[in-house]
């Protein structure tokens, strides 16, 4: 008893809370440093390389000068073909697992694997599409690259869609059936109306993701340092353009390769906040 | 949402009834018809669904299948052969398996700490007002593209390290006498330890953002009843908090974990790609992503692909098990809070 509220005792718990307190603080400050460390870099480093010419010329060679006008393009255009491949694909798995089976076994056994594809390594995935479209293809392609950003929407946009599909009340499928709309036509006019909002939220997040994404690009579409929308053929894209400038020894290339970099930071992080912004808004009405 | 139009779905619905009542035969076709849609939308759905499954044993299967052709020649001399030589085609994964666990350790020495103690702090300290600001700003951190990490790492965390911290290691640490050569060397910049620290930035808002969440949602009368009996908010928060909330923090971690060992592009710009076992951290190594990427695309001859397959199957089989893990953890506890 004496040990529990003798003073010494006392000022040594207050000491180690004050200890803790310090800690996190510390961490906390650490967390958000690194964030304005980043940003600060790429802004600095970024903006000074910033001109029209990035979005109108083609990217160099060595020595001279140019722009990211046609790594910007093959992003665009990679991105898509990404979502218009993955997001029918992921939105139809996650309505199967949010209104048809929502506690049959496939359901949970397709939800575990879907996690996992979540965060499996996007460089497995470029290996994956180099064995079973560019190897019998023999050759690079912006539709192997497409294909492979794909696969990494899917697992995206089929979580965000079942998640939204199960928080539509039931009074609405009930509604919807009392009046003899069948069940398809229930799920594609009423439910998907009802979770529009945050189905777009999980393909923008999908496109957020994928934006950035270099691993599996960098032998699906490899790269071209021309003019080129032939799907067919290799095509630029700008993470992949950075990549190659970032670690070349050239100055005008290493330049433009941090330009690269903010206008992908930039785009990603609008995209977060916009679907950050449809969740809120969602959520009020 | 437009409420004239899905008002006009259930109209036609009704309408179509109301017109095609009176002809029996046709009504009864149109009721077949929509019998068909809905049967077709449902396997639709279903085939989707199985896609899924599809899609990840594809994967396994490719993998398996381009990396016989190595697994065949090196047998499993190939897990623990140091040797990596294109030019006399003899290949090895122990430095790429030693380099990305090495890594991965080494991230989540730190942010497994600093995660959960801004965890602490988000929950237990922060003013109201604060929360939300701060707990996107770290989200934010994992939007951003491993590119970016990569391209920051090596032009301006390096060469930042190589003057600071590297120095400073071999100084004091590399003259003790047990874990001394572990700091060994000259400072390059780029090496294991640099990897590690930009991974543990990277995977640090995994960490915090799931310890947040798992530490939220523990009751408040547990936590009412520590404070009620006198306990400091460290306290509270070390010895109710986080005993209950154990198993989610510990699969937030194996979740960040499966995507520390997996990230390519970060590592990839600053672990120096160098094929051996070096004693010092501060030397470059390799990890299995930063290997592939690097080679892949340069790789010349069949067994050198296959090499690389083989290395990415290991990857995946290792991800595969952390990831597995993490998600059965954080199962349960969903279940225990739904």
């Known amino acids: 008893m004496t040990e529990i509220t003798s003073p010494s005792r006392y000022r040594s718990r207050r000491r180690r809370n004050g200890i803790a307190t310090g800690l996190a603080l510390g961490a906390t400050a650490v967390g958000l440093g690194w964030l304005v460390l980043i940003l600060g870099a790429l802004l600095w480093q970024g903006f000074s390389g910033l001109s029209l010419a990035v979005f109108t010329e083609m990217t160099p060679p060595p020595g001279s000068a140019g722009g990211l006008l046609n790594p910007i393009v093959g992003s665009l255009i990679l991105t898509v073909l990404a979502v218009a491949i993955g997001t029918p694909i992921g939105i139809l798995a996650g309505t199967y697992m949010a209104e048809y089976g929502r506690h049959d076994l496939l359901t949970s056994v397709v939800r575990f694997i879907n996690d996992i594809l979540l965060s499996a390594p996007s460089i497995v995935v470029g290996l994956f599409i180099y064995e079973v479209m560019v190897a019998p293809m023999g050759h690079f392609s912006g539709l192997a690259g497409g294909v492979s950003l794909a696969v990494l929407v899917i697992p995206v946009v089929v979580r965000t869609t079942e998640d939204m599909l199960t928080l539509v009340p039931n009074a609405l499928r009930e509604a919807a059936t009392s009046i003899g709309l069948p069940r398809s036509l229930t799920i594609t006019r009423i439910c998907y109306r009802a979770a529009r909002a945050g189905m777009l939220t999980g393909v923008l997040l999908a496109v957020a993701r994928i934006s950035g994404e270099t691993a599996p690009l960098l032998f699906t579409s490899l790269n071209n340092q021309f003019w080129s929308t032939n799907l067919n053929a290799p095509i630029s894209s700008l993470p992949v353009v950075i990549f190659q400038f970032a670690l070349s020894p050239y100055k005008d290339w290493q330049a433009l390769a941090w330009t690269g970099a903010l206008i992908i930071t930039m785009a990603v992080l609008a995209l977060s906040i916009t679907a950050r912004a449809l969740v809120a808004t969602g959520k009020q009405s | ?338």
């Open chain 2, 1 to 338: 949402m437009d409420p004239s139009r899905s008002q006009s779905v259930a109209d036609i619905a009704i309408q179509q009834r109301s017109l095609i009542a009176p002809a029996a035969g046709s009504r009864a076709k149109v009721l077949d018809r929509l019998r068909l849609s809905d049967a077709v939308f449902r396997q639709l759905t279903r085939a989707a669904a199985i896609g899924v499954l599809v899609l990840l044993s594809a994967v396994i299967f490719s993998l398996i299948r381009g990396s016989i052709p190595a697994l065949k020649t090196f047998g499993f001399g190939f897990l623990v052969s140091e040797r990596w030589n294109p030019v006399t085609e003899i290949f090895g994964a122990m430095p790429a398996i030693y380099g990305t666990v090495i890594t991965s350790f080494i991230a989540m020495l730190f942010a497994v700490p600093i995660g959960l103690m801004i965890a602490f702090f988000l929950t237990a300290l922060c003013p109201l007002w604060l929360r939300r600001p701060i707990g996107i700003a770290i989200e934010l951190l994992a939007g951003i593209p491993s590119i970016i990490y990569g391209i920051w790492g090596l032009f301006v965390f390096a060469p930042f390290l190589q003057e600071t911290l590297q120095p400073f290691l071999i100084n004091t640490l590399g003259n003790l006498p047990l874990i001394g050569p572990l700091f060994g060397g000259p400072p390059y910049g780029i090496g294991m330890l640099t990897a590690g620290l930009i991974l543990a930035i990277m995977v640090l808002p995994f960490v915090t953002a799931i310890s947040r969440d798992v530490f939220e949602a523990v009751p408040a009368v547990l936590k009412e009843a520590a404070y009620g009996l006198g306990c400091t908010t460290w306290e509270v928060t070390r010895n109710v908090v986080l005993p209950y909330a154990r198993v989610g923090v510990i699969g937030g971690i194996m979740l960040a974990l499966g995507r520390a060992l997996g990230e390519t592009m970060a590592v990839t710009f600053v672990i120096g790609n160098a094929h051996r076992i070096s004693s010092s951290l501060l030397a470059p190594g390799t990890t299995i992503s930063a290997t592939i990427a690097n080679e892949f695309t340069e790789a010349v001859g069949d067994l050198y692909t296959s090499a690389l397959i083989a290395l990415g199957l290991i990857l995946f089989v290792i991800t595969f098990i952390v990831l597995a893990i993490a998600r059965y953890l954080l199962l349960r506890i969903e279940r225990r809070i739904g």
